[in-house]
């Protein structure tokens, strides 16, 4: 399959996130990630980006009655950054989730802006 972007993860929140979800989970948070990677148009039930959230999008996963999300963004445009995952119980997307994907994003350009 022909990538249009690359799917990598900052640090280890995502594969911590990851590695408490059931194989199915996983497999298909892979089918998800392989979609933001081989999609042009990525539909907006994978992907969406956050109201109010700088440049911060969820990757949406759901399975059943259950509902994962997995924060992002993007960095040049055809590199997607993954960030914190969580189980979402709530209509909303918790604050503190949102809070938590911003000061990860913004370490990222901070440790990326460094190594220039």
Same mark, same amino acid.
């Given at each position: ?12 929140? *995502?594969?911590? /996130?990851?590695?408490?979800?059931? +194989?199915?989970?996983? =497999?298909?948070?892979? !089918? ?38 997995? *924060?992002?963004? /993007?960095?040049?445009?055809?590199? +997607?950054?993954?960030? =914190?995952?969580?189980? !979402? ?28």
């Amino acid at each position: 399959m022909n990538k249009v972007r690359e799917v990598i993860a900052f640090e280890n929140h *995502f594969e911590d /996130f990851l590695q408490k979800q059931p +194989v199915k989970v996983q =497999n298909k948070i892979f !089918k998800i990630i392989e979609a933001i990677e081989t999609l042009e148009r990525v539909p907006s039930n994978y992907l969406k980006s956050i109201t109010g959230a700088d440049g911060l999008f969820e990757a949406r996963i759901k399975l059943g009655s259950n509902i994962w999300r997995v *924060f992002c963004f /993007f960095d040049k445009g055809k590199l +997607v950054i993954l960030l =914190n995952g969580f189980t !979402k119980k709530t209509k909303k997307t918790p604050k503190n989730e949102i809070n938590k994907a911003e000061i990860l994003m913004a370490k990222y350009y901070e440790i990326k802006n460094k190594k220039r």
